[in-house]
């Protein structure tokens, strides 16, 4: 069983920055895949970004070259760093975690889901 709390959402103005945390429980964490998805008021959720548990990245084309994953095993914890964060970025973003060890951008790969971080841009 994995647990996931996501932290660092809140309101920043368009271009600005802002990093989110994934922190996680339970030992099998370090062999899991972790995946970054958003969802926007009225739209589906969507994916933004993943990390296998051996490092390897994967983007959406809306936010490669300006977000970045990484992961901290030692910690249990996944970090996305958001710049140059643009209004259509506006979304409650999930943090999720498969036991699939190269899962990427299918959400229904993902076991374990956080309860969100909301994340304001304004224009």
């Known amino acids: 069983q994995v647990q996931l709390v996501e932290s660092g959402g809140g309101l920043v103005q368009a271009g600005g920055s802002l990093s989110l945390s994934c922190a996680a429980s339970?030992?099998?964490?370090?062999?899991?895949?972790v995946g970054w998805f958003r969802q926007a008021p009225g739209k589906d959720r969507d994916f933004v970004v993943s990390?296998?548990?051996?490092?390897?990245?994967y983007y959406a084309d809306s936010v490669k070259g300006r977000f970045t994953i990484s992961r901290d095993n030692a910690k249990n914890t996944v970090y996305l760093q958001m710049n140059s964060l643009k209004p259509e970025d506006t979304a409650v973003y999930y943090c999720?975690?498969?036991?699939?060890?190269?899962?990427?951008?299918?959400?229904?790969?993902?076991?374990?889901w956080g309860q969100g971080t909301q994340v304001t841009v304004s224009s």
């Open positions: 990390i296998s548990w051996s490092g390897n990245t």
């Open positions: 339970g030992r099998t964490f370090s062999r899991c895949a």
């Open positions: 999720a975690a498969s036991l699939l060890p190269n899962a990427a951008s299918v959400s229904r790969q993902y076991d374990y």
